[in-house]
């Protein structure tokens, strides 16, 4: 079914990538698990239902474009407005004019794009008026919408993730701004062959906006005459020189590539955990960042299986600060390659959290007066250290049976060593300890 004009003819000054915003549902490159036939949101769009929703999905996946093709297929006024330059006082401004044009019988499509910079009392403001129909509201955000949009606005709209360009796509869109004589280059006879197409398709991660952008320069500086344009290799490098790939440093992409990191780690994938690595570096992460959280994989998941697993973290951390990009990253590198292939043990981590459980739940005990310091007359005098007994005068240096929990509660068992690793050795040494101990016990009851 092909949909009505969408969007009024741009003018020739416009960026590529203005110029060749579709004007159809039809022409829409992308998201087809929501536009194509049969689907949600292309059943809404059909029937001229709208509702309020939101866009989530990576940049220049097309939630601008399809907020305006909506607008003007269900014929609604169009306004737009962003959450970093806007706030409450536009708000209202808009929502005066779409009461004006409700005595008109017309609707208004309000698109606020990056709406997770709003704060609470800002997307509060708009609320009233998307529950009395007076906006029809379409949000855009990069952002996990549960993580950075209140209850309250989430509740009242519908919420559609956008994908990441696939291949196809972009070379579709690249072709289509090549051949089209009116808005893109199509005027023009252009050596472009596929295996520069391909280049360009690469360097846009999956980025319309970037792709388009990207071709543009390249055109631009291509050589040629007013009829024949002539990319060369080296041209098109050195606009492809800048990295586009994806890498937000305080967004949902950052926490989602270092628990990748983090996973491929404890899964045991040196070949995943130096991709992962590879992708936070190249995008711009610092590696003071990763190398304290390699830190933290050794401690978490490696712990006591191999103890030297924190060394090589803290040295590689060292390294770094010494002698910085690129020495110190293969330093890094070499770490987290050992931490995949370390044996693994979270047996300190959880121990940790159950004794801190128990704090939390008993309170403050009194240390037993038995291992308590005694520094003083008057603290020996009070009973401080008495009957304490020295480990290393103890047979196998190790006092069977003494108890050095609170009496008020009961002796705490956190550290369950592993079979893995180093912590093999452990739990044998626990073993024994505990026979020992079970020895005393049975002397007692007799």
């Not at 159809?24 to 709208?50: C, M, N, T, W, Y």
């Not at 490098?237 to 270092?258: N, P």
């Not at 991709?275 to 933290?296: F, H, Q």
């Not at 959290?353 to 008993?362: E, L, Q």
Request: proline share 4%; aromatic share 8%.
């Amino acid at each position: 079914m092909s949909l009505i004009n969408a969007l009024p003819e741009t003018p020739d000054f416009l960026p590529l990538a203005a110029r060749m915003r579709p004007t159809r549902i039809d022409d829409f490159v992308g998201q087809s698990h929501l536009l194509g036939d049969g689907k949600p949101l292309r059943l809404a769009i059909e029937k001229g239902v709208l509702h309020s929703m939101i866009f989530w999905g990576p940049p220049g996946t097309g939630k601008t474009t399809l907020a305006q093709l909506l607008a003007a297929h269900a014929h609604a006024r169009f306004e737009a407005i962003s959450a970093v330059f806007s706030g409450v006082k536009e708000i209202r401004a808009i929502v005066e004019r779409a009461k004006a044009a409700q005595t008109n019988q017309q609707a208004t499509l309000l698109f606020v794009d990056e709406v997770h910079r709003f704060n609470k009392s800002q997307q509060d403001a708009f609320l009233p008026y998307v529950e009395d129909g007076t906006l029809i509201f379409i949000g855009a955000t990069t952002e996990n919408p549960s993580f950075e949009l209140n209850n309250a606005l989430l509740s009242r709209a519908r919420v559609y993730v956008l994908k990441s360009l696939t291949d196809a796509d972009l070379l579709q869109i690249i072709d289509r701004a090549l051949k089209d004589k009116e808005k893109g280059f199509g005027a023009y006879s252009v050596d472009f062959p596929e295996e520069f197409r391909q280049l360009l398709v690469q360097a846009s991660d999956g980025d319309a906006r970037v792709a388009l952008n990207l071709l543009e320069i390249a055109m631009e500086l291509a050589g040629g005459d007013e009829h024949h344009k002539v990319l060369s290799e080296e041209t098109l490098k050195d606009v492809l020189s800048h990295s586009w790939r994806r890498f937000d440093k305080g967004g949902e992409a950052f926490y989602d590539q270092i628990s990748a990191l983090h996973k491929a780690v404890r899964g045991s994938s040196p070949d995943a955990a130096l991709y992962w690595l590879g992708r936070m570096i190249d995008g711009g992460c610092d590696p003071l960042y990763v190398a304290r959280r390699v830190v933290r994989m050794a401690t978490e998941d490696i712990g006591n299986a191999d103890p030297r697993a924190l060394e090589i973290a803290l040295n590689a951390w060292n390294v770094y600060e010494r002698l910085g990009s690129p020495e110190g990253e293969l330093a890094i590198a070499q770490a987290v390659v050992y931490m995949a292939v370390a044996p693994k043990s979270n047996a300190v981590y959880a121990a940790w959290g159950a004794a801190i459980r128990d704090v939390k739940t008993y309170g403050s005990l009194e240390v037993p007066l038995h291992i308590r310091n005694a520094p003083t007359k008057l603290m020996k005098s009070l009973g401080y250290g008495k009957n304490y007994r020295y480990a290393h005068d103890e047979a196998e240096g190790y006092a069977a049976g003494e108890n050095y929990f609170p009496e008020k509660m009961p002796k705490g068992h956190y550290y369950f060593p592993v079979n893995r690793g180093l912590e093999i050795k452990i739990k044998e040494k626990l073993e024994r300890l505990k026979q020992l101990d079970q020895k005393v016990l049975e002397k007692k009851e007799k």
